[in-house]
């Protein structure tokens, strides 16, 4: 059974910095490269970041490229944001796949509960 836990994300102020992780268990071999994604209030989710299983080889947004950094340890995954804005604001997913290229066009196969982040100004 694929679990996938974020930790609590919180409210951070404009310019901070917060790491995001997601504990899992149970992928395969075949389902193992992992993503995040995150969620504007009735948007749909947006793929940030991911990374294949061995954790060298990653893909970001346009949007996050520079600030947001996607890494794994062991059973882990994680997603260290800086010099956080207002627009950061959402709820953020982390997901794995079979391809960390696919998931970056949203092809996912398990997904987390997700976790609020909210960045005042």
């Known amino acids: 059974q694929v679990q996938l836990e974020e930790s609590a994300g919180g409210t951070v102020q404009a310019g901070d910095s917060l790491r995001l992780s997601c504990a899992f268990s149970g992928l395969t071999s075949t389902t193992s490269d992992m993503g995040w994604f995150r969620q504007y209030q009735g948007k749909e989710r947006f793929p940030l970041a991911a990374i294949d299983s061995t954790g060298i080889l990653t893909r970001y947004a346009d949007s996050v490229r520079g600030r947001f950094t996607i890494f794994r340890h062991k059973n882990t995954l994680y997603l260290q944001m800086v010099n956080l804005t207002p627009e950061d604001t959402a709820i953020y997913y982390c997901?794995?796949?079979?391809?960390?290229?696919?998931?970056?066009?949203?092809?996912?196969?398990?997904w987390g509960q997700g976790t609020q982040v909210t960045v005042s100004s």
């Open positions: 997901a794995a796949g079979s391809d960390y290229k696919t998931i970056m066009r949203s092809d996912v196969d398990y």
